[in-house]
Nanobody, 129 residues
């Protein structure tokens, strides 16, 4: 059974930090790229950050570059993906989702939601000014 579970969301003041965690199990997720997306109220889901299956390449949306860091840890049966978020802004307020690429060993970091399957249920991040 494939399971993707996010945690670590919460409320923070502008300028603060949060660390989101994602645990993906039930498939050989170590062979798949992973990504973080977010959906703000009234907006479409957007790419935030992604990491290649090997961990060798990361990619960020321009809006979070320099403030957010994605990383991954491949354990025996579970892949853990983290999103360290610093210098948070009110516009970062959204539900954040973790997802796994649908293709194994992709040679680049995918950014389109259409390339991702096995989505988590999301975790709310609220940044107040």
């Amino acid at each position: 059974q494939v399971l993707v579970v996010e945690s670590g969301g919460g409320s923070v003041q502008a300028g603060g930090s949060l660390r989101l965690s994602c645990a993906a199990s039930g498939r050989a997720f170590s062979n798949y790229g992973m990504g973080w997306f977010r959906r703000a109220p009234g907006k479409d889901r957007e790419f935030v950050a992604g990491i290649k299956w090997s961990g060798s390449t990361t990619l960020y949306a321009d809006s979070v570059k320099g403030r957010f860091t994605i990383s991954r840890e491949n354990a025996k049966n579970t892949v853990y993906v983290y999103l360290q978020m610093n210098s948070l802004k009110p516009e970062d307020t959204a539900v954040y989702y973790c997802a796994a690429d649908q293709s194994s060993y992709r040679t680049y970091v995918a950014t389109s939601p259409a390339h991702f399957g096995s989505w988590g249920q999301g975790t709310q991040v609220t940044v107040s000014s």
